[in-house]
Nanobody
Framework: QVRLVESGGGLVQAGDSLRLSCAAS????????MSWYRQAPGKQRELVASIRSSRTTTYADFVKGRFTISKDNSKNTIYLQMNSLRPEDTAVYYCNAVRRYLSGARGELQGYDAWGQGTQVTVSS
């Protein structure tokens, strides 16, 4: 199973920017979908943005126009550029990878759904 390591979190003021990184232990070109989730204290984990192997991206409504997800397959890393940060963006941000593939003579479905350890983002008002 792939290992994911997030970095780039920190304490910033409202209106500032941060860029999160998620380094994968295997080729991101082989991973079907990579995503950023976040979880604020007392709340459920929620999807922030996803990028498929085709580079198609999707965003939660609350970050559209402010956040951008991207990936660099040569570095096996995805990024989340976060602009115009708000106090309500404060959360632990997690990287997620989902891979599905057929394996073996019988074409058995294999894969994983992996998570990183998270990185804290705190936005002060």
């Amino acid at each position: 199973q792939v290992r994911l390591v997030e970095s780039g979190g920190g304490l910033v003021q409202a209106g500032d920017s941060l860029r999160l990184s998620c380094a994968a232990s295997e080729s991101t070109a082989m991973i079907n979908v990579m995503s950023w989730y976040r979880q604020a204290p007392g709340k459920q984990r929620e999807l922030v943005a996803s990028i498929r192997s085709s580079r198609t991206t999707t965003y939660a409504d609350f970050v559209k126009g402010r956040f951008t997800i991207s990936k660099d397959n040569s570095k096996n890393t995805i990024y989340l550029q976060m602009n115009s940060l708000r106090p309500e963006d404060t959360a632990v941000y997690y990287c997620n990878a989902v891979r599905r593939y057929l394996s073996g003579a019988r074409g058995e479905l294999q894969g994983y759904d992996a998570w990183g350890q998270g990185t804290q983002v705190t936005v002060s008002s």
